[in-house]
């Protein structure tokens, strides 16, 4: 009798990798008062580097000039998106950062447009973003939310990076090497905040936890789904990030929206999801 390979099928899968990102984001958070966001975020980044290289094993001397011309910058895009929303997350909910750091994407998405329903999708967006700014002296600090605009740019430049990469060298390689190259860019930052000099085994435990539920297990998860969803179907999916977000947030941290920080989160969610519906592409 032969061993049956257990697997998801596709949609729940990629549903429990959105919640497996989300919930690795809280545990980020818990960290950041022990070891700072830029420790948090080394040690995330330098833990999965290790993951993928024991999973993968790159040949890096047979990557050619090409390959690295594509490569690190794929590597900076990797690690200026992760650390750039730990420090938003640092200083605003999870659930509205993951929202604002949508907006990267979605630009990028209808980018070049000149359809009258791209502009909406795009119009509907900058309404959320404006029911977070902080136009009162409220909780939101405004430092938190432009990290968070930033991150989803360097989101953008990792997707097209991402890409590119893809067309010139295998899956795994590409992301191992990147990843291997932001560890070594962000491994400074965490000892100048002092953070990873506080490393304990138990806080190392809950690093590789963190390194499981934000990069191994959600794109083991996702990998696998993308062979059998249409690529739209994946992204109205992933759309339901923010949303996720939000939930993870308040059941872990407590972290409570108001009633204009929701519609914010419903506003970027329609946009995405009706982006993706609507797309020539």
């Known amino acids: 009798m032969k061993n049956r390979e257990f697997s998801l099928p596709p949609v729940p899968a990629v549903l429990l990798a959105i919640i497996s990102v989300q919930c690795g984001a809280a545990i980020a958070k818990t960290l950041f008062p ?38 690190i910058p794929y590597g900076l895009s990797l690690v200026a998106m992760n650390l750039i929303f730990y420090l938003a997350i640092e200083k605003i909910p999870i ?18 447009s000149k359809r009258l329903v791209d502009y909406c999708w795009v119009m509907l967006a900058a309404i959320g973003i404006l029911l977070i700014a902080p136009w009162t002296n409220d ?3 405004p430092i938190g939310i432009i990290c968070a605009l930033l991150a989803g740019a360097f989101w953008s430049a990792y997707i097209v990076l991402g890409g590119k990469i893809s067309k ?18 962000v491994l400074p930052f965490g000892f100048l905040e002092s953070g990873l000099n506080n490393l304990t ?13 934000s990069s191994a297990i959600p794109f083991t998860l996702e990998m696998k789904a993308l062979g059998k ?20 947030a308040f059941i872990f941290l407590q972290e409570n929206l108001n009633f204009y920080e929701i519609l914010a989160v419903v506003c970027v969610i329609i946009a995405s999801a009706g982006s993706t519906l609507t797309a020539k592409k």
């Open 34 to 71: 022990t070891i700072g966001a830029a420790g948090t975020a080394s040690m995330r980044i330098g833990i999965s580097a290790l993951i993928l290289l024991l999973a993968y094993r790159p040949n890096l001397k047979a990557i050619t000039p090409q390959q690295w011309k594509i490569v």
């Open 139 to 141: 909780r939101l600090d």
């Open 95 to 112: 659930g509205l950062a993951v929202t604002l750091e949508f907006v990267g994407p979605l630009i990028l998405a209808i980018a070049g």
């Open 168 to 185: 010139i060298m295998n899956d795994g390689d590409a992301v191992t090497t990147g990843m291997l190259f932001a560890a070594i860019l």
């Open 201 to 213: 085994p138990k806080l190392f435990g809950m690093g590789v936890a963190l390194a499981l539920l």
């Open 229 to 248: 969803l249409p690529p739209r179907t994946f992204s109205i999916l992933m759309s339901l990030e923010p949303a996720a977000a939000s939930i993870c």
